[in-house]
C-alpha cells in the first residue's frame, strides 16, 4: 500500500528558505515522474515542480528560480528547497509520484511565510 510522508514545513519569514522532503513506501518511484503540490486556504490544490525519472524538472511560473525540486531514488525520496519565501507560498504542501491515486494524497506539511 502506497503512503507518503511529507516533512520539513514550519514558519518561517519572508525571504527565508526551507526544504521540504517527502518518503514514500510502498512502491519504488524509481521510473516514475514525481512532483510537490500546494494549497492554500479558500484555493484549488495547484502543482508547483514536477521531476521525471530521466531528472528533466517543470516549475510553475509563480516559483521559478525560487524552489528547486530533486529526487533520491535510493531512499524513494523527494524534496523541494525553497529560498526567497514569500507570503504566497504559505501553503499546505503535498507530494506525490505520477502512480498514485488521484484521490490519494499523504497528510502535508503545512509551510507559513509571515513576518
Known amino acids: 500500500q502506497v503512503q507518503l510522508v511529507e516533512s520539513g514545513g514550519g514558519l518561517v519569514q519572508p525571504g527565508g528558505s526551507l526544504r521540504l522532503s517527502c518518503a514514500a513506501s510502498g512502491r519504488s518511484f524509481r521510473f516514475s515522474t514525481v512532483g510537490w503540490y500546494r494549497q492554500a486556504p479558500g484555493k484549488e490544490r495547484e502543482l508547483v515542480a514536477s521531476?521525471?525519472?530521466?531528472?528533466?524538472?517543470n516549475y510553475a511560473n509563480s516559483v521559478k528560480g525560487r524552489f528547486t525540486i530533486s529526487r533520491e531514488n535510493a531512499k524513494n525520496t523527494m524534496y523541494l528547497q525553497m529560498s526567497s519565501l514569500k507570503p504566497e507560498d504559505t501553503a499546505v504542501y503535498y507530494c506525490k509520484p505520477d502512480y498514485v491515486p488521484v484521490d490519494y494524497w499523504g497528510q502535508g506539511t503545512q509551510v507559513t511565510v509571515s513576518s
Open positions: 521531476i521525471t525519472s530521466t531528472g528533466r524538472t
